[in-house]
């Protein structure tokens, strides 16, 4: 999604605007743009760069036509109303104002049409007309801040927004409402940014600022003003420094290096949730989460989105196998709108790497607003679901860079068995002896991620052959089953192959149709109950064709010898915990394909990593 930083300073502004959004690259977008004070000999004058399509034209475009000052902002747009084209690109102007947006205007054709008859538009955006509401406010009179204020007054939707404006050299405007912003504070200097990494090389003191918030900020004050326009206070966090080490090493693109990291952040993961010392899961108490109650709660609903609605697929297996605990899953943007039938007595979790994603946190509202307990499973602890829910729980996995979730998607999974086993042992559903099992089993997944890292070579000679199809299919049951989506998902985004997921048993109920001689067919099959079953599954499809891809353990291969066209061999795994491992395989199943067919892994066409709108 969009990405906004601004920098008001004491020293030239145009590289460390540049630099801020290269880091907010991994959002996603499809055209940037910059805006300076320039310091002309007749006053200060509002200029602006924009080129269509990656970074690197922006810098092109600066390089040829150099601008510079102490006061700016920039902008990483993801087009929603207006095409993607350097016009449409922010920053936008308007008179005296410069203005970046990250969200949706809701009212803008209305207030659009207010202003028809004083102003000239010159974009298709819903963000043009804030600007001008700004401007005009301003030529009837009002200050800068004054005319801020009362425009923000009148938007409906979702933004975050910075503002500069001519003649206030030394004033950075920012506000917040359903997308999320920063404030970097800096030395002599403060910031604005769609988050903290953005902010990353510039500072480590950040203020979150909360729903309908806005600042006016100088290179020596930040002053907050709440939605009733009264001032505020807001903590500061220090941010680890961690974020600044959001780089891609050695790696040849952040997606790889985070497949990498995984021994390391599911073992991050597990550190927070299971006390492997004493074989156990750690109690609500020891995770801080004091109250939350398994025991007693009739039901359990999982909110997500995509990647992260596959690992709460994945979860309602383990919570209702191991807690007997009744779980739903809900697409968030179908939830809320199908008005669903919740009973009193239960729990939304809501389950996002980002804790931003628009539709999740409307559904985690939603429950709120029904009174439901929420929690929050997410990466981002600083993030609006993390503090709007009556439980926050971390994943720790360390920030995201690549647009295809990896570490986020296993350290879910990690997170949510985890739960699942603290629920079955509060439910007297688990007694001290299986769970010593599971955790033990728990503890084994990061020394078998590293064996699993270690087919890539075969992986990658697969995933050749893989890229040469049209259209893919991944088949699982069972657990694996969710696992057989985010294979598919994880391959259509980004190597632009056409991919389905099914469950095993359900293919012969019709998309065996679309299976005829060398269709490519995935399947997650490691040696447990439901082994048998898949592979006849598997060989229904291979009789009629299909090229079978069989991701399993030895005793899986050794059963089914002479049947795949190709078996890749994992270690053997636990089955609660196998599709921790099983993930690594369609990971790098997905990324050598799309490198083969050189497309822009970390940043793939049309996607965005944090989606803010709806
Ligand atoms: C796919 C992917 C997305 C996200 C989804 C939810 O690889 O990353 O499907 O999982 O947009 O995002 P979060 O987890 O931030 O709510």
């Not at 679309?514 to 040696?527: D, K, S």
Request: proline letters at 3%.
């Amino acid at each position: 999604m969009c990405g906004i930083i601004g920098i008001v300073g004491n020293q030239a502004v145009t590289d460390r605007l540049i630099e801020g959004l290269k880091r907010l690259e991994y959002r996603g977008y499809d055209s940037a743009g910059i805006a300076i004070m320039e310091n002309a000999v007749s006053g200060s004058v509002l200029s602006r760069r924009r080129a269509e399509g990656k970074i690197h034209n922006l810098v092109e475009r600066v390089a040829k036509e150099p601008v510079d000052g102490n006061l700016g902002i920039a902008h990483t747009r993801w087009a929603t109303h207006g095409i993607a084209n350097e016009n449409n690109a922010h920053p936008h102007f308007a008179g005296r104002v410069g203005l970046v947006h990250n969200g949706i205007i809701e009212n803008f054709t209305q207030l659009r049409d207010g202003l028809k008859k004083v102003r000239k538009f010159q974009t298709q955006t819903d963000t043009e007309v804030v600007a001008h509401l700004i401007d005009e406010a301003m030529k009837n009179g009002a200050s800068a801040q004054e005319a801020f204020a009362k425009t923000i007054g009148q938007l409906t939707g979702a933004f975050a927004l910075g503002v500069v404006i001519e003649g206030e050299d030394q004033q950075l405007f920012a506000a917040r409402r359903g997308s999320p912003l920063a404030i970097g504070l800096g030395d002599g200097e403060n910031y604005i940014g769609s988050d903290a990494i953005a902010l990353a090389s510039l500072s480590q003191k950040i203020i979150y600022l909360e729903e309908g918030d806005w600042a006016v900020l100088t290179t020596d004050s930040v002053k907050i003003f709440d939605a009733d326009n009264a001032p505020v206070e807001r903590p500061i966090t220090m941010v680890s420094g961690s974020l600044a080490a959001a780089e891609k090493g050695n790696y040849k693109h952040y997606m790889l290096k985070e497949i990498y990291e995984q021994p390391e952040t599911v073992g991050r993961t597990l550190t927070h949730y299971i006390d492997a010392f004493n074989h156990r899961v750690k109690t609500p108490e020891e995770l801080e989460l004091e109250t939350l109650d398994f025991k007693n709660l009739e039901r359990v609903t999982l909110i997500a989105c995509g990647t992260a609605a596959y690992a709460a697929y994945v979860a309602k297996y383990w919570f209702e196998q191991l807690a007997d605990l009744p779980t739903d899953v809900d697409i968030a943007s179908e939830f809320r709108y199908r008005r669903p039938a919740l009973s009193q007595n239960s729990m939304a979790i809501a389950v996002s790497q980002s804790g931003e994603t628009a539709d999740t946190l409307a559904a985690l509202r939603y429950c709120q607003k029904k009174g439901l307990k929420t929690a929050a499973l997410v990466n981002q602890m600083t993030s609006t679901m993390a503090r709007e829910s009556d439980y926050a729980m971390p994943i720790n996995a360390g920030p995201e860079i690549g647009v295809a979730s990896t570490k986020a998607f296993t350290s879910q999974l990690t997170a949510l068995l985890s739960l699942a086993i603290s629920s079955g042992v509060q439910r007297g559903h688990i007694d001290k002896k299986r769970e010593t099992e599971l955790t033990d089993a728990l503890t084994q997944i990061p020394r078998l991620i590293t064996e699993t890292l270690a087919l890539e070579p075969e992986i990658e000679t697969l995933a050749h052959d893989l890229s040469k199809t049209e259209n893919a299919f991944y088949m699982g049951r069972g657990v694996h089953f969710p696992l057989a989506l985010e294979g598919a998902l994880k391959l259509k985004e980004i190597s632009y192959i056409h991919a389905e997921g099914y469950a095993a048993g359900e293919l012969k109920h019709g998309p065996i149709a679309l299976i005829e001689e060398g269709t490519p067919v995935v399947v997650i099959a490691p040696y447990d109950e439901l082994f048998e079953k898949t592979v006849s599954n598997m060989q229904e499809v291979a009789t009629r064709g299909a090229k079978i891809t069989l991701i399993t353990d030895e005793k899986g291969a050794a059963h089914t010898a002479g049947m795949a066209h190709a078996t890749l061999v994992c270690p053997e795994t636990q089955s609660e915990s196998a599709p921790i491992v099983y993930a690594i395989p369609i990971q790098l199943l997905a990324y050598h394909a799309a490198v083969h067919l050189g497309t822009d892994v970390d940043q793939p066409r049309n996607l965005a990593k944090s989606v803010t709108v709806e």
